[in-house]
């Protein structure tokens, strides 16, 4: 069972900010230092959800091949 905690919003430089910290994070939901999460935002709520290592490496890849394919075309293009 989890533990119900609530959280209070502060402002840092003019922009709300939250901080969440503690071991259950890594303890209960796996998420430890260089854990990448994305954030959605619900009605009245926001979410956060832990990215898996695949996605995270199917984009890295999809933005290697967009940078592959620009290099493509300048060296087409200079033949």
């Known amino acids: 069972m989890t ?11 003019g922009v709300p900010s ?5 071991k259950f994070l890594s303890k209960e ?3 430890d230092a260089g854990t ?3 954030l959605m935002e619900g009605k009245n709520m926001l979410i956060l959800l832990k990215v ?3 996605q995270i490496e199917y984009k890295q890849n999809l933005e290697r091949l967009a940078v592959c ?11």
Do not use: C, H, M, N
Request: charged fraction near 25%; proline fraction near 6%; charge should be positive.
């Open 3 to 13: 533990k119900a905690r609530s959280y209070k919003i502060q402002e840092r430089s």
């Open 18 to 22: 939250l901080t969440i910290q503690g």
């Open 29 to 31: 939901f796996g998420i």
């Open 36 to 38: 990448t999460l994305q």
């Open 52 to 54: 898996p290592p695949a």
């Open 69 to 79: 394919e620009q290099e493509v075309k300048y060296l087409r293009s200079v033949l």
